[in-house]
């Protein structure tokens, strides 16, 4: 069984077990307007348009107001990165944080030479300003770009 992404008032969530969306749909949590993407496929589609989920779907199914899912485990705060940025950036923190070791340890050698405070606000200057969608898809979600 494979694994889906979800994409939900303009953000990405995911992945998540198969079985995980069926039982979404059954209990309603997974409207029409919701998009499906299997991982690391490019084509989004909604839940009633996938026969993986033909025997899920009933007419009752998307007729209760959909609860949002929680965000993948993993899923990383924009906020926290971008304040770790601005505040700690010339360490790499925020690299750190978001997994990227390497950059993070190539940023404590720029502090020595006193470049990476300087990119470090910039880069949580772009954190704090980049939509939740694009932060989450950037950072966390590598397989599926929103519709």
């Known amino acids: 069984m494979a694994n889906w992404y979800l994409y939900r008032d303009g953000q990405t969530h995911g992945p998540y077990p198969e079985k995980q969306i069926r039982d979404w749909i059954r209990a309603g949590q997974v409207s029409a307007q919701d998009k499906l993407c299997r991982e690391g496929d490019q084509t989004w589609s909604s839940a009633d348009m996938l026969p993986e ?3 899920a779907v009933s007419p009752s199914a998307f007729s209760v107001p ?4 929680a965000l993948a485990p ?5 906020t926290v990165a971008g304040v770790l940025a601005i505040l700690l950036g010339a360490f790499g ?5 978001l997994g990227n070791t390497s950059i993070g340890i190539i940023y404590i050698l720029l502090s020595c030479v006193g470049v990476s405070p300087i990119l470090g606000i910039i880069d ?17 979600n590598w397989f599926c770009s929103g519709p």
């Open 124 to 140: 949580g200057i772009l954190y704090l300003t980049k939509p939740e969608d694009q932060f989450q898809r950037n950072y966390r």
């Open 93 to 97: 923190i925020h690299h750190f944080y």
């Open 74 to 78: 993993g899923a990383k705060d924009r």
């Open 53 to 55: 989920f033909a025997g």
């Open 66 to 69: 959909p609860a949002a899912p």
